[in-house]
């Protein structure tokens, strides 16, 4: 293929429609018909990246190889395709504009005043190309943050405008996602919203070419033919995105409603092979017959949004399928755990998950959380934090060193298990300073965590600024505490675990982003088969 095509996924009348889920699923069945195919995500935030954002403003920051702070949807785009994502996957308002300023400040204009139209928008052109640029992609979906008619997506939906121009025919198309509400009142579905948001959409110049509509109800074909009608696109391209049980349910969905037929039409490409999804559709089998159930619980300060824990919550749901188990994701509030109620809060529990997180709020509840699996034996996994919090309570609880703590939480404390590197003693800003993205991790032999990985070396994210401080490693390992991971060029353990325990394993890492529905995460699935045993017996 010569050229490059490119699909602008848009979205009107209400954000949380879904555009990255539907944005994934397009990806999925092109994927599968034999084209190259990746997604990008545009925010109209003025943040540089999600990286400092509250997890309940923007839900969890999903981190890339490359180190990228990047929006959750990244999170859906690898686990759809299987194909890892980058800094150039994600851009953001304030990414844009701090380039743009920056080549004002060294000159790069001219002397030209610098403006929205061109400088902003050749900007976000240049980052729209970047991808198919390289010569890795037939398709590049882009999804645009927001919804059509915000004043903040405006930039890039004249950015879009003038791309599609440029490309020329054939080569690009829009997807318009909108919803259809049903009126309980009036028993019936109403298009108005979507005409008004085609309108809107029209106004700035971009007509759109597929309509995909989210319905809690059938549409029929009456309201196909109006929409068609009135919103100016064919009635093979309004498309039914209907509530699907499961996420996994809908490049299955849009494969019945022919939307990836209709795109190659569009874009001029032939339909190469039929889809082939067999192997998804045995994943999608797993998980909604599963042969056993268990309960986990998942501690965490930002429980109240499970966006916050995404990617955690998804790994489960491939653990899951793998071991043929429902695993029912618990939330426990770790502020509101205590010596007192943590055996009524764990007393319907298979295993605990300790979260990742930032900061001091609930931390005495994580590690009220550590102390009782450890004493009881319940399967245990931290992550992050979790592992943080997993070394301080052994340090307190076994090793007797009552006043151990991070400096994260206590910068006096006379044992600091936990510390700052170094190199980050010095660092005030907070964007893009932690340890970031894919590092090296040794694992040693005749450990659990060799038994899981089955390979002396791996490759795991990170997105942390505090470390294991390597000081009490010896005197943690002589009281049972193993070391059984460790970064081959700084020698900061990355893993630590217990023998003698149904399943005690802590990791300074983020598994959950690189868990896919093609490649469940082997942490997550092994933590899931040693709670379905635990239950058993």
């Not at 504009?97 to 080549?103: A, D, N």
């Not at 059938?218 to 391209?237: G, I, P, T, Y």
């Not at 109240?304 to 990617?311: C, P």
Request: aromatic share 8%.
């Amino acid at each position: 293929m010569n050229q490059t095509k490119y699909i602008f996924v848009t979205g009107g009348v209400t954000s949380s429609l879904g555009k990255g889920i539907i944005a994934a699923s397009l990806a999925k069945l092109l994927q599968a018909r034999g084209y190259r195919t990746t997604i990008q995500k545009f925010d109209p935030y003025i943040n540089v990246d999600p990286g400092t954002l509250n997890p309940y403003e923007h839900g969890e920051c999903y981190v890339t190889d490359d180190g990228a702070e990047t929006d959750l949807d990244l999170g859906h785009y690898e686990r759809f395709l299987n194909v890892p994502t980058s800094q150039a996957n994600n851009v953001t308002t304030g990414r844009v504009y701090l380039s743009v300023i920056e080549k004002e400040r060294r000159g790069e204009f001219l002397g030209k005043t610098v403006q929205v139209v061109p400088h902003i928008t050749n900007e976000i052109k240049e980052r729209m190309q970047l991808l198919g640029n390289s010569g890795n992609y037939d398709i590049v979906i882009t999804e645009i943050g927001g919804t059509v008619g915000d004043i903040e997506s405006l930039p890039y939906i004249e950015s879009v405008r003038q791309l599609i121009w440029d490309l020329g025919e054939s080569n690009s198309l829009v997807v318009h996602l909108t919803l259809v509400p049903y009126l309980a009142a009036a028993g019936e579905l109403k298009t108005k919203p979507t005409q008004h948001s085609v309108k809107t959409l029209m106004e700035s110049g971009i007509k759109a070419d597929i309509l995909v509509c989210r319905t809690e109800h059938e549409l029929s074909d009456e309201l196909r033919q109006k929409m068609a009608s009135f919103c100016n696109v064919s009635r093979d391209s309004v498309i039914q995105s209907i509530d699907a049980s499961t996420i996994y349910e809908v490049p299955n969905l849009m494969l019945q409603e022919g939307l990836d037929v209709v795109a190659l039409k569009k874009l001029a490409l032939p339909k190469k092979n039929t889809p082939d999804l067999t192997n998804w559709n045995v994943f999608l089998h797993r998980l909604k017959n599963p042969k056993h159930v268990v309960n986990i619980g998942l501690i965490g300060k930002y429980v109240e949004l499970q966006d916050s824990y995404k990617s955690i919550i998804e790994a489960f749901i491939h653990a899951g399928a793998a071991n043929e188990t429902k695993v029912n994701v618990v939330s426990v509030h770790s502020e509101y755990i205590d010596a007192n109620n943590v055996a009524e809060k764990f007393k319907d529990l298979d295993g605990v998950l300790v979260a990742p997180g930032f900061g001091e709020r609930g931390i005495e509840g994580k590690i009220e959380a550590v102390r009782y699996v450890r004493e009881n034996n319940i399967p245990f996994l931290g992550i992050c934090l979790g592992m943080q919090m997993a070394v301080i309570e052994y340090s307190r609880n076994v090793l007797g060193l009552k006043d151990s703590n991070s400096t994260e939480m206590n910068e006096g404390t006379a044992n600091p298990v936990i510390d700052l590197m170094e190199e980050q003693k010095t660092i005030t800003d907070k964007g893009g300073t932690m340890r970031l993205g894919a590092w090296k991790c040794d694992i040693k032999d005749n450990t659990l965590a060799r038994m899981i990985y089955n390979k002396p070396q791996i490759l795991e994210r990170h997105r942390h600024r505090y470390e294991y401080n390597g000081e009490y490693a010896e005197s943690l390992e002589k009281a049972g505490l193993k070391s059984s991971g460790v970064n081959p060029d700084t020698g900061l353990v990355e893993i630590v675990e217990l023998e003698n325990h149904p399943f005690f394993l802590g990791v300074q890492y983020h598994p959950e982003y690189k868990s896919t529905v093609a490649n469940p995460h082997p942490l997550f699935v092994s933590f899931v088969e040693a709670t379905v045993k635990a239950k058993q017996k």
